[in-house]
């Protein structure tokens, strides 16, 4: 149909490894698929061109996303011959879907759903406050790793101490909650989001007759960002496969950033081993980014992707990345906003810019500094400072206190709040320990979506909120020059840190977890310093790759602007604290030195570019007290 002379709309834009993976026969088949590659495009190509040569059947088509927005944009950029629609959803969403399929046919009642662990799991642990607040969260996060990994209550030790974990709580405590949470489960008769996925597997294994009739209704099976699949994922997918070989993956191993909640990216490393027969085809262009962003991500990244192709950026040179030190994070912040300010005016709309932070706790201080100076910033719901739930834990301590003493100035309340964190023990206050990797971030499954940085919920986010919180209160004080009250220093934190732009155009103000899947014009990545960047409990080899490829993932969200910084010293405990620039900083240039011919190689003899590194990487860590600007890292 399509002869040399005639257009093909879904191959003539494709450069020669999209279209061998549009177009493979292979089954199963991995696509490798860099930042910046086309993704998305060679995903719902294939698809298409499957459907348009009668390979596939559009509605026996099952595409598998990890967030419902992803789903809909991947059903929404399919055309549908004949007005037939393939079926896009969560792992969640189909799992429990079918669950209740299963339910309604057997005239059983349907699962009912535990919308969120820490219904069972408070009153399990108890007391109330922020303190308690943070501990259900602590154990959640356990539980979902273990749940990840297809571990059992009784294996919950021998795994943790493995895998090096460490809880706040300690291990053989959390086992215990662990235990106790199953047994009231099954107590009440509820299941949670966890269980939703394994109870799927169990029904399509145990009934033959309800696995042929799934197995019949999706026949093709697609999976987007296979690096983020857990253990618990793979079984499912196996069991809804069946005997069958009709499997297309893509991911990018280079973005495998979720192994801290039980993630585990060897899969599609090893796809021909996961799935015999299987082969891969690696994406090599990179269609994003302008050339220097792609060098700087790719070099941060090291080998921490393991052995893999580095994408040639297609785009011409442009505006080089910048690396800036700065005296405060106070100053980094006011900087930022300046720079945006700027950028808006010289015609970069705000909703083209992101400020790029590694955990929620720094971004009240950009929050703040947007707000001063007439910055519109867009945070989620449940990332507004005074919506996170360990800072409504506080706020409501505030208002109890409040109510008991009516009248009382709310500088005393703020002075109360403040004295009585001193006794508080140091897993409740949210001091570090030594973890296997970044597991104060778990993720919360919300319906059939994943929030991916939950920080502020943990005993490693206690602390900073109180301390910002503390801050803020301060600065709520010196505002009002008056006694104030709980009520309006909660408007005054929705107004001056809280999301000001909220659902409208704004530059968004993201950690680097919820930046990946995303792009912006114009991209700060901010407070590039040890103990952030990688953070301090990231001690293991494993730990400290999966923050390489975090970092690699922050970076390669940028466009046509990257601007990296950090700042000398940042407010900590209440007090200023010396800082140090990531040793990834200083890495870039030994990176370079090792790869004279490959990822730095362009318009411009690779000296060159070493002598720029050079005098780049030498001026961003200077000793004066002075913030300075820092030269250039061009391509």
């Not at 090792?594 to 411009?604: E, S, Y």
Request: contains cysteine.
């Amino acid at each position: 149909m399509y002869g040399p002379s005639v257009r093909d709309p879904l191959l003539d834009d494709l450069d020669p490894l999209q279209r061998v993976a549009v177009t493979s026969s292979a089954r199963p088949l991995a696509i490798i698929a860099p930042a910046g590659s086309g993704k998305t495009r060679v995903l719902t190509r294939r698809i298409a061109y499957g459907v348009r040569e009668e390979q596939l059947v559009a509605r026996h088509v099952l595409a598998v996303t990890f967030t419902r927005k992803a789903a809909a944009e991947l059903v929404a950029r399919i055309d549908h011959p004949g007005g037939a629609r393939i079926t896009a959803g969560t792992f969640h969403a189909i799992a429990l879907a079918q669950l209740r399929r299963h339910a309604s046919e057997r005239n059983r009642e349907p699962p009912r759903l535990l919308e969120g662990k820490a219904r069972v799991l408070a009153p399990l642990l108890g007391g109330r406050g922020a303190a308690p607040s943070v501990a259900v969260a602590d154990v959640a996060s356990e539980i979902e790793w273990a749940k990840a990994r297809l571990i059992a209550p009784d294996g919950y030790e021998a795994a943790a101490e493995s895998a090096g974990r460490r809880p706040p709580r300690g291990i053989g405590a959390v086992a215990q909650v662990y235990a106790r949470y199953e047994d009231e489960k099954r107590r009440r008769h509820l299941i949670d989001f966890d269980d939703v996925l394994s109870r799927c597997a169990d029904a399509m294994v145990r009934d033959e007759a309800f696995a042929a009739g799934q197995r019949w209704r999706f026949r093709h099976i697609f999976v987007d960002e296979f690096q983020d699949a857990t253990p618990l994922q793979l079984r499912l997918l196996r069991a809804w496969l069946g005997d069958t070989n009709e499997l297309t993956v893509v991911g990018d191993p280079a973005q495998a950033i979720y192994g801290f909640t039980g993630a585990d990216a060897s899969p599609l490393l090893q796809f021909a081993r996961a799935f015999p027969g299987g082969s891969t085809v690696a994406l090599g262009s990179n269609y994003r980014s302008i050339p220097g962003v792609v060098a700087l991500a790719e070099i941060a990244l090291g080998g921490a992707a393991g052995v893999r192709r580095h994408p040639e950026a297609i785009r011409p040179d442009g505006e080089a990345p910048t690396i800036t030190a700065f005296e405060t994070d106070h100053d980094e912040a006011r900087a930022v906003a300046e720079h945006a300010w700027k950028a808006h005016a010289s015609g970069v709309p705000w909703r083209r810019m992101a400020v790029l932070f590694r955990t929620n706790a720094q971004s009240p201080r950009f929050e703040a500094a947007f707000a001063r100076r007439g910055v519109p910033f867009r945070v989620g719901d449940d990332q507004r400072f005074s919506a996170r739930p360990a800072v409504r834990a506080l706020l409501d301590d505030l208002r109890s206190e409040e109510r008991k003493a009516p009248g009382r100035p709310f500088a005393h309340l703020l002075a109360d709040l403040a004295a009585g964190t001193d006794a508080m023990p140091a897993a409740a206050a949210g001091e570090q320990t030594p973890r296997a990797g970044p597991a104060a971030q778990p993720p919360a499954w919300i319906g059939d979506d994943i929030t991916e940085d939950t920080t502020d919920d943990t005993t490693d986010g206690a602390r900073s909120r109180l301390e910002q919180l503390l801050e803020l209160g301060r600065e709520y004080l010196a505002a009002v020059a008056g006694t104030g009250s709980v009520a309006e220093f909660t408007t005054w934190l929705d107004t001056a840190a809280g999301g000001a732009a909220s659902g409208g155009d704004g530059v968004e103000l993201v950690t680097f977890h919820r930046a990946k899947g995303l792009e912006w014009s114009v991209v700060f990545v901010t407070g590039l310093e040890a103990g952030l960047v990688p953070m301090s409990f990231a001690t293991s080899q494993e730990a400290r790759n999966e923050e390489r490829r975090l970092l690699h993932v922050a970076l390669s969200r940028a466009e046509d602007e990257l601007h990296c910084s950090w700042s000398r010293t940042r407010s900590m405990g209440g007090r200023r604290a010396r800082r140090e620039p990531s040793p990834w900083l200083a890495l870039l240039e030994d990176a370079a030195n090792r790869a004279p011919n490959g990822i730095l190689q362009g318009r411009r003899a690779p000296r060159e570019h070493l002598a720029e590194l050079r005098a780049t990487l030498g001026a961003a860590t200077p000793a004066g007290p002075p913030p300075s600007r820092v030269g250039r890292l061009r391509r």
